[in-house]
């Protein structure tokens, strides 16, 4: 006997009757909003070749770290859902996971699988061990139609723009190919980069050494001296930005900045280059490079974001058979008041820069984050993040951050996922939430209806937008 | 078209049925009771001359770093709001805040000024660009009246007791013409002061060792040996509570303190109060000065107000061109329980004595501050306070240090502002707010609706009456 | 005149009345199931001799720290109140509970003694000045009746099992009377103990040099010798396994965990067995030590439990004159993602393993609990403790830990308690609030409602009885 699935036109918003109707009628004006995407990790290649994606398992399992984390975490073997193991079969994947969904409860997972099983597969009997294999092959099989490849997908959750994010030493090959499709009427999905540098931001990133070398090529600078290196960054930032891009994206382990002189650079740049580099010399190579990548947002205009705060690859013994990025990243307690001093006592003040700062950090929200976005001109906020993109992560964001730096020193959502079909869903929670929110101000008359319908749109879309130049 | 603007008689309480009208029940009884207001920064040069306000901009927005921060954050420079600029013509300083009022929506700037608009201005349209000058005109105008001067708006507002805060080397001048008008029976109104040391017990603090030159004149002791430097203190703070003050207040950057032995302490002076002073130097004498305070305070009965976290001039820019208090001190994660613990070791059981303990690092408030104050006899928590006395703010702090604080290890609310007509609009806000937090522990039968009636009262007036002795 | 006192049986609902329709019938379902109470302090000496309990005062205010400190924050001298002081006449001292009883208000201390003086012990006129007496003559008669002995108690409230906490150098004779009796068939109470090493693993731990004789003699090992003290320690935790042990329990003022060769770790117990042992050795031999735990664990099957971050003993003055757990223990803040890494690094890949962690410091709930514990396999999440096992407290856990661990990463309620009769209120009390969180998920169409109802049994009895292999 198998349960219905259906999604409540209702769902996550207040159940109070008062906030609910005002909610409902908030959200029926931004639920058809098209999709502005400007910082995620979607695969380029997807929208470039329009192939089809393979099975379910592939397409919802494999690359959702959300997803094998918490079955991981329940002791289910990461070989047994495939992931990095290609003898997995993956009809039997997707029983485990089939078998385990309820571990999922009350996580914003569940919301988004249930979401594109009955909104993108037309799905109407919950997902369990019974219906495991139903799943396996409706989903399988409709991946193989037309309708559900790359581009069509794109186009049917209408998809504004989408950024990806690519490392310098990128070649952009991908998105080449889309802007020519672009240029020829092929397809007209727009479909953009994001300069993320860490690879030879990052002198303990692996293969430092020759990513510099790799940018050297690309750039036509000697990237291992301090100043071809700079030009090689002006450069490979001026080609982003042909291809596209209107921001960078800085994943450092902490928010700390530095303002060095020419020659202690110069120095310093020698030594991270050299044999063996110390743990402070990398920290302090960041810092300075977040502030010197500041200023060349400045002179080019590229939105700036920065997301510290993770320790990756927390756990040794996966690191070395699974690799990174296989949901062992740990949040940790990050400082922004002084970390940021330096970056912000020099560009702070200027109102033409963006920075857009993330944390992993909520203890930040109230103390730190929203007092320093209510104060400097370029500081924007971005939106609840990663571990807390949830329901609840995101109404802690609106309870901690509007008090003192108010809606507009923040940038809208972003969904920030690699999982294709979970961008939709992502986006609708964020929707929801927020007109649940303005639903209650309203509700507590510190908000006109007119006002909260204002905002709802500017959340959803327009701050987005408006922030990365889109 | 303009559109309306009023009050809705049940804002900030919580939209459940049964909460608000058991809400709405509580409040009735408190709405009217008078103010006390034991800890703020407004002029007592007002009370003493009694003279009229200038202009709306002069009013509401020049003094108000709450509103100018906002606006600085995006992108209105401060120049044209006519922050320490008077070439700016105050009307057109005016246009900007009309122009920019939606970036407070969410905020509570945004509460305070529409209930002085309303309440206070009795203005009936909202507060936009179309509206800017009929509110500057209209405002402008009523403050040349006699009803808006502060002697009169202080009775109208019906303000029991006001604390201003003062440096022991001020004079006090203006509050002994207050207290000559009081003995006259000129004028009732009660404007007390409070003892505020950091500029003579800051090492760093801009000009600290004429400050103690200046101590040495106002006191007749030499301020600058230690010996000197202590009856000093002991003198202006009894010459302070001759004045009315009740209560001593201490804006540190850190909440560490120290005990040290008396040669400690003298060589400590000499050096501090030598030409070269070290950060360190200077934080252990801070350190040190809040255990000798509260020993004072243990002798003379000043109830003694520590508040630490934050981090002074944030911007330096900023603080060249405009100079302090403009918006950009930031606060910082505070430690409180290994740095309270010389002065809670040697004074914290004393029971004839209150200390009142602020914060800016709500994490603070469950972790710290609740089990120090639900332990220590000597120890009270202040409200929710400056970035965090919003409704949001003031309902994490109830909820996070209710559960092991109780109620009465807490102190009631204080407004702690400098824009006058803000006080009775925060006093209103924090009353509905504890009603409607009182209202759900009632509705979830966790208290009987007299008792909560009973701490409405308290908590709006008998609390802040009893704890800072007025 | 009085005033009635009666439980509500909607008590802790949210008030919403879709959320409390719907918290209702999930509670219907869970109300009466019985009480696993996994980690506890109670004296197991109850049980072995069913002695009557003394009186009011002894029952409920002597143990008692959470009302105690209350009373003592408020002035009121714990002399007065017969803490460790025999001369009080203990109807004194319950009167002057009864006095101060409103300072409860809102706390769960408040909600835990209603239950017991109506529930337990059927009184219907409330607590207060008025009524103290009455009180104090009645629940003193009450527990002079076999109905109020211990083991009448334990049945009546429907305890399945019990844990309490011992010493490896306890001889756990009551329990060996109380297995006695279970296998005589004199009564079928399952009291167990826990494997609590503190004493001999705390180098700072008050005659931890004595204690580890003491553990010789125990053993037959030579617990001064690093390879004897380990044999020991595996003999003891073997013993307390034949008495009924299921887990460890380690209180631990970090959460620093090491992981020190053979050598080194050698040399370090030789250097903490000397006549001065320094803070840093000490720090790093119980860090050493949780990780050597993690490995016996893994060996014999017994459930590991970390609570770090309390600041033990804050108040020197209090604790010469009255001892330690007298209320002036304080939380402080807590790293775990680096301190764990050690332990987690070397163990935390293993699904037979089950360590419970525990925190103070609710802002590594979200940024670091459940991000750990929804990744590793041997780690799992014990409730919220301690200062934050109120209503506000377990809303808050369930708020920050669901939306990355889940629920099934969690481990049920523990009470943690010494007062016995608060054990079947407190666990009412962790039922009612996880039904009400259940309920908003419902209401919001997050969760159906079937699932709901799995979920309620799983929070309530399940999950403990599973995690602690009960």
Redesign the interface.
Known sequence: MT?PLSL?P???????P??RDIARRLYAEVAELPIISPHGHTDPSWFAGNAAFGNAAELLLHPDHYVF??L????VPLDALGIRNKAADPRESWRLFAQNY???????S??WMDWVFAEAFGIDVQFEAATSDLYYDLITEKLATDAFRPRALFDRYRIEVIATTESPIDTLKHHAVIRAANASGEWGGRVITAYRPDPVVDPEFEGFRSNLQRLSELSGEDALSYAGYLAAHRKRRAFFAEMGATSTDHGHPTAATADLTAAEAEALFARITGDQVSAADAELFRAHMLTVMAGMSLDDGLVMQIHPGA?RN?????FDQYGRDK???????T?Y??AL?PL??KY??E?GLTIILFT????SY???L????????A?KLGPAWW??D????MR?FR??V????????TVGFNDDTRAFLSIPARHDVARRIDCGFLA??V??????EW?AA??AADLSYNLAKAAYKL
């Open positions: 349960r409540n209702d769902r996550l918003f207040p159940s109070d008062t906030q984390r918490m991981y975490s329940q002791g309820h571990l999922f409860r009350g996580t914003p569940r919301m320790f927390h756990n040794p013994w996966l949901g062992a990243d740990i949040p940790t307690s400082d008041v002084h001093r912000l006592g702070g003040n109102a992993l950090d909520e203890t109230a103390r730190e929203a007092p320093l976005a209510g104060h400097y001109p500081l571990f807390h949830s329901p609840e992560g802690r309870n901690q509007t008090e003192t730096a108010g809606f507009y020193n209650q101000l509700a507590e008359h510190r908000m006109e006002e204002e905002l």
